[in-house]
């Protein structure tokens, strides 16, 4: 089986460029046979898994956002993965059993423990123009139309994603946290992020149906998907979510005040949430969101835009990924 290993120099503010020697020693005295490229866009990275043999092993250094932006032609190409975690969240890692391993642990797994197949989610939804009423500032307006680049020709989109797939305030939340200070990471910087996003407080008004059944008509704070049990850098979301049992779980957070979206989030931390009555938990195979106005929506942390109608499913078993057993 052929091997490339694509390092992302921008992961975690750009410190994972510093990796770029130490990975070509290490490669060259443990796994030679390995080619190692830098991508220093996601094009670039594309085209070179997409230029591998179909079923080959990719192995990603960088950290959840990475991993989505390259998850399209993982699939595409049916290779395994393994990951390097080197990111800000790092979800996806906790959920392999990768997190707090070195690279050069990390590296030693790929190349010698045999991939599981993991579940991967898929949404699919129209992206809308951003409109340019209550922006909250320049940085996030320009964050916005640097995704909106090159999608107006076609606005439908089939977004794969790994960890999670949110929609609404933690989208939001999301969105300012890839804006926050580089110097800032993991749980302190969607901490930071969130207190900024309550200062511009919103909730939308939705319709949920999963598996074809509605579970909800009214206005609410966010409604999302989890495939990992945590998101937003180690938020145990929904502790009981697994990559491998074939079911994505919606975490509903309904119609709440300002007050007392502030008083949940300690709940949410610390994973007592679950028992609250305007929190809601359903695993599912299949979901639609129907929202009265433009939701932002975001995949495994990486802004998509806007959308009123999105749909999302279960793609079980779909990829081989290495983890740590």
């Known amino acids: 089986m052929r091997t490339l290993l694509v390092l992302n120099p921008h992961a975690a503010g750009g410190k994972a460029a510093a990796l770029a020697k130490p990975l070509k020693t290490w490669l060259a005295k443990n796994q030679p046979d390995w080619q190692m490229a830098i991508a220093h866009n996601v094009a670039i990275g594309r ?30 190409g049916e290779h395994s993965a393994a990951l390097v975690p080197y990111g800000s969240g790092n979800d996806l890692a906790r959920a392999l059993g990768l997190r707090g391993l070195s690279w050069r642990k990390a590296l030693a797994l790929a190349g010698s423990q045999t991939p599981q197949r993991m579940d991967i989610g898929l949404a699919e939804f129209e992206v809308l123009p951003e409109s340019n009423e209550n922006q909250e500032d320049d940085q996030l307006e320009s964050q916005k139309a640097d995704q ?46 969130t207190v900024r996003e309550l200062l511009h407080f919103r909730k939308w008004g939705l319709v949920v149906l999963a598996d074809g059944k509605p579970i909800y008509t009214t206005e609410a704070l966010f409604a999302s998907s989890l495939n990992t049990p945590t998101f937003g850098a180690g938020m145990p ?89």
């Open 47 to 76: 085209r070179l898994i997409d230029a591998m043999p179909q079923g080959s092993r990719i192995v990603l250094v960088g950290g959840d956002g990475t991993f989505n932006q390259m998850l399209p032609s993982l699939l595409a």
């Open 148 to 193: 909106e680049e090159g999608q107006n020709e076609d606005r439908l989109h089939s977004v794969p994603f790994a960890s999670s797939f949110t929609t609404g305030f933690d989208s939001s939340v999301g969105l300012r946290a890839l804006n926050g200070p580089k110097w800032l990471r993991g749980l302190p910087r969607y901490l930071l992020a």
């Open 237 to 325: 979301a929904v502790p009981h979510a697994s990559i491998y049992d074939g079911q994505l779980n919606l975490l509903l957070a309904k119609n709440v005040s300002v007050w007392q979206t502030i008083l949940l989030l300690p709940d949410l931390l610390f994973g007592k949430h679950l028992n609250h009555p305007k929190v809601h938990t359903q695993p599912f195979q299949t979901l639609q969101i129907k929202s009265d106005t433009p939701i932002p929506l975001a995949a495994d942390g990486e802004y998509l835009g806007t959308s009123q109608n999105i749909h999302i499913r279960i793609l079980k078993g779909q990829l081989p990924i290495v983890a740590k057993s």
